[in-house]
């Protein structure tokens, strides 16, 4: 049974630590604070082996070189962000796999954010790692790719089992429920989630990892195939309802 120890780390990343307990591995996935991630495996006496990148920005890339000086550890990244990465191993892309132990994980294209943002499922422990791809309640800023692409890529995480739980890389829950309710004010799930959401964060709680289920129900992003967001938002077709909500969210 893999074990996920999950952290806080910089403003409102949260950091990973994947463990085996058969074979020992421990897969950082991603690096946003190399000092912080050195410091949760020591204190769970854990041994980084590896590290999956998502995509090449600082935050989730920044600590590869000092972690693999520190461990020796390899690193997996995605095949178009992978020049831009320190330390490189291994360059992954769509049907890919790599492996933690006797379990294995399938490289997902999830590029829009940055052009060659990737995501790690495993589906025997019901986990996909997804970086800034989607987040609870929302998706990542389409920095580099287009909406064609950011839109394809969505469909390859609506498609995983709806009891997913998707680790996403950052606490945005609470901004994202706000453009949420704005962008599909009538969604009764939706609002049951958002205050789910508030008592979480009053609490101090996280609202991640995030059931696949429950973001297909309430997040616009993934719903921008729907014909009542598709009518509220002007889109003809889903891409451009998705373009839609993804512009009306960087102002909002």
């Not at 360059?91 to 940055?114: E, F, K």
């Not at 709806?162 to 680790?167: G, H, I, K, R, V």
């Not at 995030?210 to 509220?232: S, Y």
Request: aromatic content about 8%; charged content about 20%.
């Amino acid at each position: 049974m893999l074990e996920v120890h999950q952290f806080p780390c910089l403003s409102d990343n949260y950091g990973y630590l994947l463990h085996d307990p058969a074979s020992g591995e421990t897969v950082c996935i991603d690096t946003p604070d190399a000092e912080e991630y050195l410091k949760q495996a020591a204190a769970k006496g854990w041994q980084i082996t590896q590290i999956w990148n998502t995509h090449w920005h600082p935050d989730h890339a920044g600590g590869n070189g000092a972690i693999k000086a520190a461990t020796g550890c390899t690193i997996t990244a995605p095949e178009d962000d992978a020049g831009k990465i320190a330390g490189v191993d291994r360059r992954v892309d769509q049907g890919d796999t790599v492996r933690i132990g006797d379990c294995t994980a399938q490289v997902l294209d999830v590029g829009g954010h940055t052009l060659g943002h990737c995501a790690y499922w495993l589906p025997e422990a019901h986990v996909a790692f997804v970086g800034d791809s989607v987040f609870a309640l929302g998706c990542g800023r389409m920095f580099e790719g287009t909406a064609p692409q950011f839109w394809e890529s969505l469909q390859r995480i609506k498609a995983l089992p709806a009891e997913t739980l998707l680790y996403c890389a950052h606490e945005y829950t609470a901004a994202n429920a706000r453009f949420a309710l704005h962008a599909d004010p009538d969604n009764a799930e939706l609002a049951a989630y958002a205050e789910d959401v508030a008592r979480a964060r009053a609490a101090g709680m996280p609202t991640v990892p995030a059931r696949l289920g429950r973001e297909l129900l309430t997040n616009p992003f993934l719903r921008a195939d729907d014909p009542a967001l598709q009518a509220r938002w002007g889109g003809h077709d889903a891409v451009a309802t998705f373009a839609a909500l993804r512009e009306a969210k960087n102002t909002f």
